[in-house]
Structure formats: C-alpha cells, structure tokens
C-alpha cells in the first residue's frame, strides 16, 4: 500500500522574516549608526544611481510593483544568493508594499542599502542614501539590486543567515507535574 502523500502548503507570509524585520526595525530604532554611519570603504557602486533602465525587465518590474525587487535582493542577501526558493509575493514584499500605503518604503530601502553598503565596503553615507530613497526609490532599488547581483558573480557570496530573534516576553514554560492525589 502507498503511504499517504502529505500536502505541504507554501504561505506569503513567514514568522521568521517578519521576526527578523522587527529585529532589524529594533537595531535601526536603539542604534541608529546601523544605517546612519559613513561607510569609507575603498569600493564604490558597480552601476550609476541613474543606470536604472537596464536591463529593461528589471526597470519595468521595479516601476510597476517595487517590493519584487527589494525582496528579490533581500532573498539574495539573507537567503540565497542564487535566488533559488524565491517568489515574488513573499514577507518582506509584502511588508514594503503595505509601508508604502504609510509613505515609508524608502525606510526598508535605507536598512538594506544600509547593509549592502558596510557588507561590500562600498562608499557612501546616511544623507545621500535618504535622498536617493526619497526622490527616485525606483532607481535606488535598482542600483542596489545589481549591486548585489554583480557581487555575487563576482565571488563575493553573502554570509546567508537568516538573523532571527525571539520576540520577548514569548516564552514558553512547561507546566508543573501535577501533585500526587491525596489517599
């Protein structure tokens, strides 16, 4: 007799990264060098800030719907650098999607670039990268995106590790044994 195939069912959203996005949300929150500190390193970006036309799919992708391309470069960050697993409605998507019904994506795109920048030594400070994101976060998308993208072929693999913290206070105790009954 065959086993019983079990249904495994894929959801948009995940526990683990919306943990790992308030983690990330905290850290900015209680230190705000995080994203606020010059990065001095030797390198700069790959690609200009206005090279955002191509290629043309990822431009068209990123005018029309912009949380598929911040989320594809967050999964090449934190998950896989190959994009293997990726879908395109995921947490993190959905989570810039909804900021931008409050006006904030450019907050989830100043942490990413933020760590994009202090992970490839890539020149750049807090100023600029907040009016990149203000005015033109479309291009400022792009621009990180093919960063990343260009590091990976270069050999420069992320750690991928998915930072998750337990939320406090979420604990869990066992209940005590029960006491014996009285005879």
């Keep these: 007799m065959a086993a019983p195939q079990q249904n495994t069912v894929s959801t948009a959203v995940d526990a683990d990264d919306i943990n790992a996005w308030i983690g990330r949300f905290k850290d900015t929150l ?3 060098e995080t994203i606020t500190k010059p990065t001095t390193g030797p390198n700069s970006w790959t690609n200009s800030f206005l090279s955002c036309f191509a290629p043309v799919d990822t431009c ?3 005018c029309c719907c912009p949380c598929i391309t911040f989320s594809k470069t ?17 947490t993190t998507c959905l989570g810039f999607w909804l900021s931008g019904c409050i006006c904030l994506p450019w907050l989830f795109q100043l942490i990413q670039k933020g760590e994009v920048r202090e ?7 807090f100023p600029i990268d907040a009016v990149k994101a203000c005015c033109c976060l479309c291009c400022d998308l792009i621009q990180t ?13 992320p ?7 337990p939320a406090e206070g979420m604990t869990y105790q066992a209940p005590a044994a029960p006491a014996p009954a009285p005879q």
């Excluded at 190959?82 to 395109?88: I, K």
């Design 159 to 165: 750690a991928v590790t998915q930072e998750v913290k």
């Design 119 to 125: 992970r490839y030594n890539i020149q750049g400070d």
């Design 30 to 32: 209680n230190k705000p």
């Design 145 to 157: 995106d093919k960063e990343v993208a260009h590091q990976i072929s270069q050999g420069n693999i």
């Design 74 to 90: 967050h999964h090449r960050l934190r998950k896989d650098p190959n994009l293997a697993g990726f879908s395109p409605i995921n």
């Design 60 to 62: 068209l992708i990123t």
